[in-house]
């Protein structure tokens, strides 16, 4: 079956050819609940061998534009170190002009991802799908957390939009108060979320934290959180981000598959192949 995304052959998955990178992230060192974050990209690429080449809204075979799947980085265990193999993976691919889909391995990865993007662009907005805030300072002794991930990178760069919060603390109720940042909770997204992504301009960041769905659809899952979001609202909101700005880079992140239940992985793998079509398919 191979290792490539979509289990597509050498002349759609070459490097020099592709417009797009996947790259495996099996990260995971602060997992602070449920575990297994670091099978969570050889369980996508696995279950995308399954999915139709031929999507069926957009009427095209994106792969045919190229999508070269990244050997999976190998990670040392001292986070800064991990950090900037990351970061400077990414950067490689930027400087090549490719449109990356990061797999994730735990949410922290996004911050040395990001970094990365910032390097290139000045002018990026981070959208946030995800159950959590993730604004904490630090969690567990670690300011790298998982848990605070969207905190490193607000320090960075305020322009970050939250879509589907639904679990938070104090602190980060109070940061999102008197910061002002655009946190969309769940129980008003399905109401406000128009305006909010009509708002969007210019370049655009897409984190993805697979527990902004719905237990229901996703248990696989670290901490899943009841009442999120399912798979056609889902699909409706990203497509509006795609028209509102330039999404440049995308991750997607916090998989921990689970033993005999193959529907998380696939709906992964199926949302990752979304994301590359939404960018890919109006390119000529």
């Known amino acids: 079956m191979g290792n490539t995304f979509l289990a597509i052959d ?7 050819a592709a417009a797009c990178v ?31 080449l031929f999507d069926e809204v957009y009427g095209c075979e994106i792969y045919k534009k190229g999508i070269h799947t990244d050997e999976p980085l190998r990670f040392s265990g001292r986070v800064e170190q991990d950090f900037r193999a990351i970061e400077q993976r990414a950067a490689r691919h930027l400087a090549n002009d490719k449109f990356i889909v990061a797999l994730g391995g735990e949410h922290s990865v ?4 990001y970094r990365a993007f910032h390097q290139k662009y000045d002018d990026l907005t981070v959208v946030q799908f995800d159950a959590h805030s993730d604004l904490r300072d630090s969690y567990e002794g670690s300011i790298y957390s998982h848990a605070s991930v969207m905190k490193r990178i607000y320090d960075l760069n305020p ?12 602190e980060e109720a109070e940061l999102i108060k008197k910061e002002g940042i655009q946190t969309v909770y769940a129980h008003k997204v399905r ?3 128009p305006e909010t992504v009509s708002k969007l301009r ?8 697979v527990d902004f769905w719905d237990p229901s659809i996703m248990p696989a899952t670290g901490t899943p959180e009841p009442g999120g979001f399912l798979w056609d609202e889902t699909l409706e909101v990203l ?3 795609f028209k509102a700005g330039n999404v440049v880079g995308c991750d997607v992140v ?3 598959p689970l033993r005999g239940l193959s529907y998380p992985d696939f709906t992964t793998a199926k949302l990752v192949h979304k994301l590359i079509t939404l960018k890919l398919k109006e390119q000529t």
């Open 191 to 193: 109401t406000q979320w």
């Open 239 to 241: 497509e509006a981000v």
């Open 10 to 16: 050498e002349q759609q998955s070459r490097y020099d």
């Open 22 to 52: 996947v790259l495996p992230l099996p990260y995971e060192q602060t997992t602070s609940y449920g575990q297994g974050t670091a099978g969570g990209p050889r369980a996508i690429i696995e279950a995308s061998a399954y999915v139709e």
């Open 110 to 113: 996004s911050f040395p991802l």
């Open 159 to 170: 322009r970050i939009v939250q879509l589907g919060i639904r679990s938070q603390c104090a």
């Open 202 to 209: 210019g370049n655009i960041y897409i984190t993805f934290d």
């Open 254 to 256: 916090e998989l921990s």
